[in-house]
């Protein structure tokens, strides 16, 4: 079973309020978006990335040098398969990256991301969409979430068998803790909401390719707000999978985010290097063979 990923990275960040669109902003000398291709990249079981640009994007290049961006003429190919160029979404390649072409809304830069692969990709592929703002997202989240389409190492299964709930998909995800207030007139509390059951939804969102490819489509052109692409699925009728995530796996958003990711990434690198030093010591000590 193939997975491909699509990273609308077209937004203009404006609830950031800065020049540069928050996925260019550094975190020790890294993009947010640099960071967060590093932890897809990592993933043996992504075939390719495709990253959705602002067609007016004039960070990319700058950043990733020899990547260019994809131009509305041009396309290239990838293991023989020719990268879709139509409609002036674009396709270049870069070692495991691709770019396209974004739309003005998420759904229409995730749409165009599909569009790009569509070629390469069969259409009972998965695809994995991410935000181009979360590079905090943790591997073994990810590889919670890609077992819905992707068998385990050791099951020596070399695809996982498909049920018709599988369909679905399915996305990371945390259950609500906080006291949730509806608002009323001139800003004062209407009522409070049971969360009982509430969860709110975070990405990596996993779906069978072709059937979100068209789900988008049919939505899109019956007028529904989406707001990311399991409420696609949802409005299809179908009821994606919730898989609990880590609370660090922040959404970049304000200002005040991008410090908090700086130490949580900080915090991360600490605890692997405290797991590496933990496993050589039990391997040392004859605990570990």
Not at 53 to 66: I, K, M, T, Y
Not at 80 to 97: A, D, H, S, W
Not at 135 to 152: F, G, N, S, T, Y
Not at 171 to 194: M, N, S
Request: charged share 20%; aromatic share 4%; glycine share 8%.
């Amino acid at each position: 079973m193939t997975v491909w990923a699509v990273v609308p990275a077209a937004g203009i960040g404006s609830r950031m309020q800065v020049s540069i669109p928050k996925q260019y902003l550094c975190i020790n000398g890294q993009t947010v978006l640099s960071l967060t291709l590093a932890r897809l990249s990592a993933l043996a079981d992504i075939k390719r990335i495709m990253v959705v640009l602002n067609p007016e994007d004039s960070h990319w290049a700058r950043h990733h040098p020899g990547q260019d961006m994809a131009d509305d003429n041009a396309g290239t190919s990838v293991d023989g398969v020719q990268g879709e160029t139509g409609g002036g979404i674009g396709c270049r390649v870069g070692g495991k990256l691709l770019t396209c072409h974004g739309g003005d809304d998420r759904w229409q830069s995730v749409l165009n991301g599909l569009d790009a692969l569509a070629d390469m990709a069969a259409p009972d592929d998965w695809v994995l969409v991410h935000d181009a703002v979360r590079p905090c997202v943790r591997i073994d989240d990810i590889l919670q979430l890609l077992a819905l389409a992707v068998p385990p190492a050791d099951s020596g299964a070399t695809t996982r068998t498909v049920t018709a709930n599988d369909t679905a998909g399915g996305l990371l995800a945390l259950p609500v803790t906080d006291t949730l207030k509806r608002a009323g007139a001139e800003g004062c509390v209407a009522q409070t909401v049971d969360r009982t059951a509430l969860w709110a939804a975070c990405t990596p969102q996993l779906f069978p390719f072709e059937r979100l490819r068209q789900t988008l489509r049919d939505a899109a052109a019956a007028g529904v707000t989406l707001t990311d692409e399991a409420s696609a699925m949802e409005w299809a009728g179908l009821n994606p999978a919730l898989i609990p995530c880590h609370k660090d796996n922040i959404k970049i958003t304000y200002a005040e985010d991008l410090n908090l990711a700086e130490l949580i990434l900080q915090a991360q690198l600490q605890e692997s290097r405290a797991a590496s030093a933990d496993r050589e010591q039990y391997a040392y000590t004859g605990i570990l063979e």
